[in-house]
């Protein structure tokens, strides 16, 4: 099973990206998916997670408010939209899909990963 990151790059404090994650069609129809990320030197740290429906999003609280999570309409692909972008959201950004994601959001058996994609924030 491959998921497949993109959108990832620089930007300046302040503005705006989307991330795409690809999925298998079978992944994206039965599965919850979310994303995580880590910085440099820090462990990886969760950052949304979505049902497998597109009925339920969830959010760390470091940028709740700031980025949507969404389920493309037609096609399996993620989306992560990210705005007013801060130094501190600078990380690789990984996407991930699990049967179930625990309260705080630790991905259940049967996982996939993605590459990641690098997002870097200048200030």
């Known amino acids: 099973v491959q998921l497949v990151e993109s959108g990832g790059r620089l930007v300046q404090a302040g503005g705006s990206l989307r991330l795409s994650c690809a999925a298998p069609?079978?992944?994206?129809?039965?599965?919850?998916m979310a994303w995580f990320r880590q910085a440099p030197a820090k462990e990886r740290e969760f950052v949304a997670r979505i049902t497998f429906r597109g009925d339920n999003t969830y959010y760390s609280e470091s940028v709740k408010g700031r980025f949507t999570l969404s389920r493309a309409n037609g096609k399996p692909t993620l989306y992560l939209d990210m705005n007013n972008l801060i130094p501190e959201d600078t990380a690789v950004y990984y996407c991930?899909?699990?049967?179930?994601?625990?309260?705080?959001?630790?991905?259940?058996?049967?996982?996939?990963w993605g590459q990641g994609t690098q997002v870097t924030v200048s200030s």
């Open positions: 069609g079978s992944i994206f129809t039965n599965y919850d």
């Open positions: 991930n899909a699990a049967p179930y994601y625990s309260d705080r959001g630790e991905p259940g058996p049967g996982d996939y």
